[in-house]
């Protein structure tokens, strides 16, 4: 019946190279990278976490890589997602570096621990006994 009718004919062809098209499946190291650099990017911005982000960053730099190369075989997407993982990863460990820089550089200024310092005791003065 479809065969009789023009409009439908070329249904079957569609459908059958969106089937095609279906079957490639994203790498699994494409998604795993855009989460470590999300996580390592969200990690990073909190100075707290810092540390975490750079490991997660780093992670996430390796499996990009890997996500990138997975995305080179036939039946296999991901090439987009590896890269922005790749970026996110990145930017998460640069980051945490210059986090760890400021830190390090604030507390070897006498200085500005100094001030620190002072302040803490101004507020711990201004407390209610």
Known sequence: ???????????????????????A????AATFALVFGVAA???SLTVILSVVG??????????????MKMARRPGVT???????????SALAVLVAIAFAAGVTTFLNDRAAVDRLQQEVEDLRNELPT
Request: net charge positive.
């Open 78 to 88: 991901g090439r987009s997602i590896s890269i922005a993982g790749l970026v996110l």
């Open 41 to 43: 990017l969200i990690s």
């Open 54 to 67: 750079l490991i997660l960053g780093i992670i996430g730099v390796i499996v990009g890589i890997a996500g």
């Open 25 to 28: 499946k994203t790498s699994a």
């Open 1 to 23: 019946m479809s065969a009789s009718n023009p409009a439908m004919a070329g249904r079957g062809d569609y459908a059958q190279s969106r089937g095609e098209r279906g079957s």
